[in-house]
């Protein structure tokens, strides 16, 4: 041997990129076999072996009868390990997984299996009731929690059940290494997803192999957690964000991914935390402003000393390492890394999470790139305030005809993660992309001088008044949302003037108004609501001041990701 080769026998192994997720989830069961996969929290887990073999059971069985490359197939439920066992199984035979958010509607159900002539459904109980009445009739439903109907409507096979099936008659084709399956190609459809957006009516988004690995690989690359680590998942896998970041991302990285299994709701993450101890985990901005508003703000307002010591520099930051490390300890004092993400970060919020040196990522996306755009690099300390880091690898980002002075314009984005395109609409794709090729987002942004990405707000909903001034709504509602009277607002322009619309927490109003009078408590609310307008008005320019705040008496309507579907909300549907 010579010295050359030697000197490569001590650098580490690079882990080869796939292709296709076939190729992803293969090098991973090579690389893992033995370790801990995936599974329910609370529960023992799979090992990478034993999830590629059910993947492998599960599509041969899927392909004897009779799905077939290019076949769309729907996943309809909660997650679960099995979710991603059927995600895996139908694209292992180049069929497309067609996933709905679990949220949907009936109507919304109904369309997309209809477009998407889906014969085979893979769902959950509480799932069921939406498919009673659809027209098209499903030749395979699989319960993926193993529910049996007693009905008689419909012909449900639970998901254990069939894997028995699929075991009896491939079990020794798989140990002999005899299972075949056709040819699947990297440019070959994985997914069609339809976006759950802002901005009205949803497109089905079709993703590729290359499109889902290469955002992937990208994400990989910016997230420092190792293998043997858990990743706990508590937003929709249905979801892109999730799917991408906490599925494929942590099975590259030979992470034991576990699934809630309820709503996340403080209660349950205390208690699986407690247990589970995770090193990593997605969350949208949501879940850290209401621990915000409803642990941190109070303990800090409540404690004479902590509130005192917050009005200097050196005070803040030792309270805010102290907050921090509480939270630590609530999520399992293990937590490498936490990416937020699907809207935008309050920027108070996340001034707290700095100070208090808390591990968190911020990410930015769109369905339509796979989704990642920007994000980290984990540990990067040039990541600035209020941006979403830097272009994951592989990305480019440009801003399109922006501002002199404030350099805003849209963001635009080509790479191997960016969409083949919308399903059966070549206008509305043309329209998505510039003639030489960029994805545009539709989002407002610049990319400050250390490269890192800041997002102002879609364009859609930026609000042009009478003397040109451009506001951006978002700015103005992360003020408002910082007060613990409100859960969240919405800014709109109506005859020329900016109005909130604010949905009041009325568990705190509840607190701080006991043994009033309706009559009081109302006019607690709007003195509170005219106190909280004046002092935000002193932190705008006066020709973007808000008129009035007006009580909306339930929540808004919002996406997979907890953004505020705008496009229902507008001046003439606005109270009083």
């Given at each position: 041997?010579?010295?050359?080769?030697?000197?490569?026998?001590?650098l580490?192994?690079?882990?080869?990129?796939a292709?296709?997720?076939?190729q992803?989830?293969?090098?991973?069961?090579?690389?893992y076999?033995d370790?801990?996969?995936?599974g329910?929290?609370?529960?023992?887990s799979?090992?990478?072996?034993?999830?590629?073999?059910?993947?492998l059971?599960?599509?041969?069985?899927l392909?004897?009868?009779?799905?077939?490359h290019?076949?769309?197939?729907a996943?309809?439920?909660e997650n679960?390990h099995?979710?991603g066992?059927?995600?895996?199984?139908?694209?292992?035979?180049?069929?497309?997984?067609?996933?709905?958010?679990?949220?949907?509607?009936?109507?919304?159900?109904?369309?997309i299996?209809?477009?998407m002539?889906?014969?085979?459904?893979?769902?959950t109980?509480?799932q069921?009731?939406?498919?009673?009445?659809?027209?098209?009739?499903?030749?395979i439903?699989?319960?993926?929690?193993?529910?049996?109907?007693d009905?008689?409507?419909?012909?449900?096979q639970?998901?254990?059940?069939?894997l028995?099936?699929?075991?009896?008659?491939?079990?020794?084709?798989?140990?002999?290494d005899?299972?075949?399956?056709?040819?699947?190609?990297?440019?070959?459809l994985?997914?069609?997803l339809?976006?759950?957006?802002?901005?009205?009516f949803?497109?089905?988004?079709?993703l590729?192999?290359?499109?889902?690995?290469?955002?992937a690989?990208s994400?990989?690359?910016?997230?420092?957690i190792e293998p043997?680590?858990?990743f706990?998942?508590?937003?929709?896998?249905a979801?892109?964000?999730?799917?991408?970041v906490?599925?494929?991302?942590?099975?590259?990285k030979?992470?034991?991914?576990?699934?809630?299994?309820?709503?996340?709701?403080?209660a349950v993450l205390?208690?699986?935390?407690?247990?589970?101890?995770p090193?990593?985990?997605?969350?949208?901005p949501?879940?850290?402003?209401?621990i915000?508003?409803?642990r941190v703000?109070?303990?800090i307002?409540?404690?004479?000393?902590?509130?005192?010591?917050?009005?200097?520099?050196?005070?803040?930051?030792?309270?805010?390492?102290?907050?921090?490390k509480?939270l630590m300890?609530?999520?399992?004092?293990?937590?490498?890394?936490?990416?937020?993400g699907?809207?935008?970060?309050?920027?108070?919020?996340?001034?707290?999470l700095r100070a208090?040196?808390?591990?968190?990522?911020?990410?930015?996306g769109?369905t339509?790139?796979a989704p990642?755009?920007a994000?980290?690099?984990?540990g990067?300390?040039?990541?600035?305030h209020?941006s979403?880091?830097k272009p994951?690898?592989?990305v480019k980002?440009r801003i399109?005809t922006?501002n002199?002075?404030?350099?805003?314009?849209?963001?635009?984005?080509?790479?191997?993660?960016?969409?083949?395109?919308y399903?059966?609409?070549?206008?509305?794709?043309?329209?998505?992309?510039?003639?030489?090729?960029?994805?545009?987002?539709g989002?407002?942004?610049?990319v400050?001088?250390l490269?890192?990405?800041?997002v102002?707000g879609?364009?859609?909903?930026?609000?042009?008044?009478?003397?040109?001034e451009?506001?951006y709504?978002?700015?103005?509602?992360?003020?408002?949302?910082?007060?613990?009277l409100?859960?969240?607002?919405?800014?709109?322009?109506?005859?020329?003037m900016l109005?909130?619309?604010?949905?009041p927490?009325?568990?705190?109003?509840d607190?701080?108004?006991?043994g009033?009078?309706?009559?009081?408590?109302?006019?607690?609310i709007?003195?509170?609501l005219?106190?909280?307008r004046?002092?935000?008005?002193?932190?705008?320019?006066?020709?973007?001041?808000l008129?009035?705040?007006l009580?909306?008496r339930?929540?808004?309507?919002?996406?997979?990701?907890?953004k505020?579907?705008?496009?229902?909300?507008?001046?003439?549907?606005?109270?009083g």
């Amino acid at each position: 041997m010579n010295d050359n080769d030697m000197s490569n026998t001590l650098l580490p192994a690079i882990q080869k990129k796939a292709d296709t997720l076939n190729q992803l989830i293969d090098g991973s069961r090579d690389k893992y076999a033995d370790g801990p996969a995936i599974g329910m929290a609370l529960e023992e887990s799979l090992t990478y072996t034993e999830f590629h073999d059910r993947i492998l059971l599960l599509a041969s069985l899927l392909q004897s009868e009779g799905v077939c490359h290019g076949d769309r197939v729907a996943l309809l439920g909660e997650n679960s390990h099995n979710w991603g066992t059927a995600y895996l199984a139908i694209v292992r035979l180049g069929a497309v997984a067609v996933p709905i958010l679990p949220d949907l509607p009936e109507a919304d159900v109904h369309h997309i299996l209809s477009e998407m002539t889906c014969d085979v459904v893979f769902l959950t109980q509480r799932q069921v009731e939406k498919i009673y009445d659809i027209k098209k009739e499903l030749e395979i439903i699989v319960a993926l929690d193993d529910y049996t109907d007693d009905t008689g409507l419909l012909k449900i096979q639970t998901f254990s059940d069939y894997l028995n099936v699929a075991r009896a008659r491939f079990s020794d084709d798989l140990k002999n290494d005899a299972l075949q399956f056709s040819e699947v190609d990297t440019n070959d459809l994985a997914s069609i997803l339809y976006t759950s957006g802002t901005s009205g009516f949803s497109k089905a988004v079709m993703l590729s192999h290359a499109n889902l690995c290469a955002n992937a690989y990208s994400t990989a690359c910016i997230i420092t957690i190792e293998p043997g680590t858990v990743f706990l998942s508590v937003l929709p896998i249905a979801h892109t964000y999730e799917f991408t970041v906490g599925f494929l991302m942590p099975l590259i990285k030979g992470c034991r991914i576990v699934y809630a299994g309820k709503a996340p709701t403080p209660a349950v993450l205390k208690k699986i935390c407690a247990v589970e101890r995770p090193h990593g985990m997605l969350v949208v901005p949501l879940v850290m402003e209401k621990i915000y508003k409803k642990r941190v703000l109070p303990a800090i307002e409540k404690n004479k000393m902590l509130s005192l010591l917050c009005r200097f520099g050196v005070g803040r930051r030792f309270v805010c390492r102290k907050i921090g490390k509480k939270l630590m300890d609530f999520f399992g004092s293990r937590l490498v890394v936490m990416g937020i993400g699907g809207a935008a970060l309050n920027p108070e919020v996340e001034t707290f999470l700095r100070a208090a040196g808390f591990p968190f990522l911020v990410g930015y996306g769109m369905t339509e790139s796979a989704p990642l755009i920007a994000g980290g690099p984990h540990g990067d300390v040039s990541i600035t305030h209020c941006s979403t880091g830097k272009p994951v690898p592989g990305v480019k980002v440009r801003i399109a005809t922006p501002n002199e002075e404030t350099g805003i314009g849209e963001i635009q984005v080509q790479g191997p993660n960016v969409m083949q395109g919308y399903w059966n609409d070549p206008e509305a794709t043309n329209e998505t992309f510039t003639e030489d090729g960029w994805l545009k987002t539709g989002d407002l942004g610049f990319v400050d001088e250390l490269g890192n990405v800041h997002v102002r707000g879609r364009s859609k909903s930026v609000i042009v008044l009478a003397n040109g001034e451009n506001v951006y709504p978002e700015v103005i509602e992360h003020k408002l949302n910082r007060y613990p009277l409100l859960v969240e607002s919405l800014v709109l322009e109506n005859r020329g003037m900016l109005e909130a619309w604010v949905y009041p927490d009325y568990e705190f109003i509840d607190e701080v108004t006991v043994g009033q009078s309706r009559e009081q408590r109302h006019t607690y609310i709007l003195s509170q609501l005219e106190q909280i307008r004046t002092t935000i008005n002193e932190q705008l320019t006066s020709t973007s001041r808000l008129s009035r705040i007006l009580e909306r008496r339930e929540p808004f309507i919002k996406t997979a990701t907890h953004k505020i579907k705008r496009y229902l909300y507008t001046a003439d549907t606005m109270p009083g």
